[in-house]
């Protein structure tokens, strides 16, 4: 099955908004930048305005300069420069002197490393934090997602997509946040006498996802078609699998610098799983221009009891919930484009009261 959003523009890195905080990797320790900018130290003394915490005793009491630059007759973006540190300055692993913040970039003073966030960016973290989980020994592992997603996005690597159930709605997320949802973004199960020619037209130069879950020999054929085209006229792969070991083992090797990002499973996040339907809910709220989620507690804690597989079952749930509760049965269930019999046994089933 081959499902399609058809659109114009290239595929890039999208988020390129004015850069606002600088934060620890791995932690929620953050670094506000001044409003409205002005120039500032970075460092260890009690003096500087953006007094760094290093537990490491490698960035010195002085290490750098943050300068706010004009740039295009009104944008202000932030250079950092450094001032005669004693272990230096880099930016993604590259020591420089100095360099133009851009969202998402890693900025190392000695061994501390800071991200580079603008408010676009701040969102992104958000959802993949919902994604992947907000305990602090997950953290590591959403910024090393965050910079997959970024690589990915620069054509830089392939992905691969490990988790259960349905994981379009999570890519799909991820894609418009990162490119854009005016980039195409085609979700690809293989069936039988799948036309991998056709599948690849059809992604254009947007995202192509491809599910192995069935038919692995269809799925590489895919891959093996988009390898074979000239790079600049390819779409981006994601390969899908809820197994990190087969059949995607032998894929893996096919891809071009492949990168993983695993989504846990949700029965190890029963401790999250509350927070996941109060997102989801305020998500669902703000799309139809609501100021809060008309639902009840008692209502999310009794979703909170269904034995949910993916976040796009929780998502879908939530959805129901705030459309039953903002517009009762009838109008709740023309706005899904269900018929109000289907609603309610719905909510009977989940223990809702309609």
């Not at 006498?193 to 192509?208: C, F, M, N, R």
């Not at 049965?329 to 609603?343: D, E, F, I, T």
């Amino acid at each position: 099955m081959l499902v399609s959003t058809k659109t114009v523009r290239r595929r890039s890195w999208r988020i390129q908004d004015v850069v606002v905080r600088l934060r620890e990797r791995g932690t929620d320790r953050v670094y506000g930048l001044p409003v409205p900018p002005i120039a500032c130290w970075m460092g260890t003394s009690g003096r500087v305005e953006l007094q760094l915490h290093d537990p490491s005793a490698t960035v010195s009491r002085e290490h750098a300069e943050l300068v706010p630059v004009d740039i295009n007759g009104g944008e202000v973006v932030w250079k950092v420069y450094d001032r005669e540190s004693k272990n230096g300055l880099c930016c993604d692993g590259e020591q420089l002197r100095a360099f133009v913040l851009r969202p998402g970039l890693e900025v190392r003073l000695g061994s501390l490393r800071l991200l580079a966030e603008s408010k676009e960016l701040v969102e992104l973290l958000s959802f993949t934090r919902r994604c992947l989980g907000w305990a602090a020994d997950r953290q590591e592992d959403v910024d090393q997602a965050m910079q997959n997603l970024r690589d990915w996005a620069a054509q830089r690597t392939e992905l691969i997509l490990v988790g259960d159930g349905n994981l379009r709605s999570v890519l799909r997320r991820w894609h418009d946040f990162v490119i854009g949802a005016d980039v195409p973004f085609t979700w690809c199960e293989p069936g039988t006498g799948t036309d991998a020619a056709a599948v690849v037209k059809e992604a254009a130069t947007g995202t192509l996802c491809i599910d192995t879950t069935e038919r692995q020999a269809e799925a590489l054929a895919v891959v093996e078609h988009v390898h074979a085209m000239e790079h600049v006229a390819r779409p981006q792969l994601v390969v899908c699998t809820p197994d990190p070991t087969s059949p995607v083992a032998s894929l893996k090797a096919k891809l071009e610098r492949p990168t993983v990002i695993q989504v846990p499973p949700l029965a190890m996040r029963s401790s999250e799983l509350m927070d996941i339907l109060q997102e989801y809910a305020w998500e669902i709220a703000r799309a139809h221009g609501l100021s809060e989620p008309r639902v009840e507690a008692q209502d999310l804690e009794q979703l909170g009891r269904w034995p949910y597989r993916s976040l796009a079952e929780v998502a879908d749930d939530v959805l129901r919930l705030v459309m039953l509760r903002t517009w009762g049965v009838r109008a709740g269930a023309a706005r899904l484009g269900v018929s109000h019999g289907s609603l309610s046994p719905w909510a009977h089933n989940r223990g809702l009261k309609t």
